[in-house]
């Protein structure tokens, strides 16, 4: 069973357009992340939530948009895109209370805007 | 605040040949450490975490890294590489968020 699944893996979609990708976790965690990797593999934290509630939000352009409908789903809506926006991104999932626990991965959704 | 820094960021090395990758933190809380390795277009999976306790953490194949509370430091290593080994290797600290480091790329040649 995936504990963290994201779809799509892979996403190419033109300059203004408007796309979503989707995460789920099944590991029963109350946390979710978003983070972007970039050409040079640099991890970088964007969102996260707690229980649908937003903790966490880096300086991010506000073309992004996360929304959590419960806490084992956690969607990334972008507009507008960019072509700087192309990256990997990867969903995450954790207990937050437990800082000890690592946190999950998904296998990351290649976006690429041309 | 709390941050996180590989000091290399490619490191080529011989199959069977030892490897060490390299990871300093700085953090005004107390953390929790960690080493992730992300295979080639796959996610980030866990290698090792130090919570407490024994300073030298091992891990899944065949890693270890030792916790340095003085120098701040947890480095990675591991004796004798495989090919299978090529990946890229994050440090991540845990306090008030997850923080990784910049990613050291590891290349194992023949």
């Known amino acids: 069973d995936t504990a963290v699944s994201q779809t799509p893996k892979y996403l190419v979609t033109q300059m203004g357009n408007d796309k979503s990708i989707k995460c789920e976790q099944n590991?029963?965690?109350?946390?979710m992340y978003w983070y972007k990797q970039d050409s040079k593999k640099f991890l970088k934290i964007m969102f996260s939530?707690?229980?649908?509630?937003?903790?966490i939000n880096e300086t991010v352009p506000n073309r992004f948009s996360p929304k959590s409908p419960d806490k084992a789903h956690l969607n990334l809506h972008i507009n507008s895109l960019e072509l700087g926006d192309s990256a990997v991104y990867f969903c995450?999932?954790?207990?937050?209370?437990?800082?000890?626990?690592?946190?999950?991965f998904g296998q990351g959704t290649r976006l690429t805007v041309v | 605040a709390q941050s996180v820094t590989q000091l290399d960021s490619q490191v080529p090395v011989f199959e069977e040949a030892p490897v060490e990758l390299r990871c300093n933190y700085s953090s005004s809380v107390s953390v929790y450490l960690f080493w992730y390795v992300q295979y080639p277009n796959q996610g980030l999976q866990l290698l090792l975490k130090?919570?407490?306790?024994?300073?030298l953490v091992k891990g899944i194949n065949g890693f270890e890294a030792e916790f340095n509370k003085s120098q701040t430091s947890f480095h990675l290593r591991k004796p004798s590489v495989h090919i299978s080994d090529t990946a890229e290797y994050f440090c991540?600290?845990?306090?008030?968020?997850?923080?990784f480091g910049a990613g050291t790329t590891v290349t194992v040649r023949a």
């Open positions: 991540a600290v845990r306090g008030n968020k997850l923080s």
């Open positions: 590991l029963g965690h109350d946390t």
């Open positions: 130090y919570l407490s306790g024994s300073t």
């Open positions: 995450a999932s954790s207990q937050l209370d437990r800082r000890d626990t690592e946190a999950f």
């Open positions: 939530y707690n229980n649908k509630e937003l903790i």
